[in-house]
């Protein structure tokens, strides 16, 4: 009996003792927890992508605003992911104030003004003179190639700020008329993400216009498959002798034709899209182990000094530039500046129809230009102070931006959405409108494509085969070794 007292006795006191230490750990925590929600410490992104943290781009273009906005997130509560993520705007700038309302009916103001029903969730950004407001399925798109939900509510918030207090925008006009490219057709994508960087974009027919509008920031030609006509040819010259601006992409046609007013154009600033493709023969220089897959050479520029060093970008059946000779620039006034190459092994074929994957007889080896960015000095006369410049950048690709799907394994990608080829081509754009803030890495929100090169495919596979043979082999030999130690 006394033997069970003991026994007793001693499971009460560990009892307590370990209730007690279960209760003061629970008291540290709770305490720990309020100290910390106190000091309103940013959420830890660990996502890839940084998907819940503010993207520098939006940090740049919000920071230098100085209009008061205020930012209503209704029918929100303060456990969400979105909360948060507002609250970031209000860190970067001080002018920025937001307030999260659950129940709209505590705000009658709000609530008569906007029209907002007792169960809506909604964003508003208003400023002194005017608001927007950003309902919960705009937060959201549906990529229907991949059948996932893609958030890009940081984009929708960020360009909502912008779209109230930016007062000037660019004013982009894709050329129409010679079955280009077009941003309802082959260019959607590249549109939607222009307008997203808040650039207008708009097409222009300069047979029923009768010029390049005074209004516009850049000229985007991309891909035409018909001859300009004489007056469009003078139209252009025009707009260049303005000091204009034209985004000249180019696919080789893969037909026999002659363009001769279309290459008037070019031979202002001294260039010559050729016909036929660019084939890589060095593996490290392709993708998806097509040599037509193509990875540049990219020479680091303001608007390519972060993709040049992050993956490059990749182009699907380029074609090259020719330029002539430096006598011959320097007496158009020229300065020419290469972007874009493609590797000193790459072929250059124009045979398109043989898919021979190896250099046939009739094919070029090289260093081809692939993309440039010509300046033009316009002669003025003696009473002008200021030197007018006219640009043209010119890149033999134009697939590589387009929303056609292409086939990989069992899904359907789009090239704009390639390595960087999306951030190349906005920060192209956004540099040729003088739109510094509008040049950076934008936050992918969206599927990652298996397109990595030949030698990466080779090193990934080996891996996916080794490591695990690797791992019996030194589980049998510590089996072994465990064995003859008994």
């Keep these: 009996m006394k033997i069970i007292e003991i026994i007793k006795q001693k499971w009460i006191k560990d009892t307590l003792t370990t209730t007690f230490i279960v209760i003061v750990l629970f008291l540290i925590f709770i305490g720990i927890n309020i100290f910390i929600s106190k000091l309103d410490i940013n959420d830890i992104d660990i996502t890839k992508n940084q998907l819940f943290t503010l993207s520098e781009t939006s940090k740049k273009q919000v920071k230098e605003i ?4 205020k930012i209503y997130l209704i029918g929100f509560n303060e456990n969400t992911s979105l909360i948060d993520l507002v609250k970031q705007y209000t860190k970067t700038n001080e002018k920025i104030q937001s307030e999260t309302i659950e129940n709209i009916t505590d705000r009658a103001d709000l609530k008569s003004k906007y029209g907002i029903t007792d169960d809506t969730q909604v964003i508003i950004i208003e400023t002194k003179e005017n608001s927007k407001i950003l309902t919960i399925d705009e937060l959201y798109t549906y990529d229907y190639t991949t059948y996932q939900q893609i958030d890009i ?8 700020i912008l779209d109230l207090t930016k007062t000037e925008r660019p004013k982009i006009y894709f050329l129409t008329g010679h079955n280009e490219y077009s941003i309802t057709n082959g260019l959607t994508l590249l549109s939607a ?5 808040i650039n207008e974009v708009e097409t222009l027919d300069l047979l ?15 891909s035409p498959e018909k001859d300009f006509m004489e007056n469009e040819v003078e139209i252009l010259t025009a707009y260049i002798n303005k000091g204009g601006k034209i985004l000249w992409m180019n696919d080789p046609k893969f037909i026999e034709n002659s363009y001769p007013n279309m290459q008037k154009v070019l031979d202002q600033f001294g260039i010559t899209f050729e016909e036929g493709i660019i084939l890589e023969q060095n593996e490290n220089k392709m993708a998806l182990q097509s040599p037509n897959y193509i990875i540049p050479e990219i020479s680091t520029t303001n608007a390519t000094k972060d993709i040049a060093t992050d993956g490059g970008i990749l182009f699907v059946n380029a074609s090259k530039i020719s330029l002539k000779t430096d006598e011959e620039l320097e007496n158009l006034k020229i300065t020419p500046q290469v972007i874009l190459n493609s590797s000193e092994t790459s072929l250059f074929r124009k045979e398109v129809n043989n898919t021979n994957p190896y250099k046939i007889s009739s094919d070029e080896e090289g260093k081809f230009t692939l993309g440039v960015k010509l300046t033009k000095e316009i002669e003025q006369n003696e009473e002008s102070e200021n030197k007018k410049q006219a640009t043209l950048y010119a890149i033999s690709n134009n697939f590589f931006v387009s929303d056609y ?4 394994g069992s899904s359907n990608v789009y090239p704009i959405t390639f390595y960087n080829n999306k951030d190349y081509i906005l920060n192209t754009i956004a540099e040729l409108t003088e739109n510094e803030n509008g040049i950076s890495i934008r936050k992918d929100t969206g599927v990652i494509t298996y397109t990595v090169t030949e030698a990466q495919d080779k090193i990934i596979k080996i891996a996916i085969a080794i490591y695990p043979i690797l791992i019996i082999i030194i589980g049998i030999i510590v089996w072994i070794y465990r064995r003859k130690k008994k």
């Design 66 to 69: 100085e209009e008061e906005i």
């Design 153 to 160: 509510a940081e984009e929708k918030i960020t360009n909502a």
């Design 193 to 197: 993400y222009l307008q997203n960087e």
């Design 208 to 222: 029923v216009k009768g010029n390049v509008p005074e209004d516009a920031s850049l000229l985007v030609i991309a």
């Design 405 to 408: 799907p292409v086939t990989i």
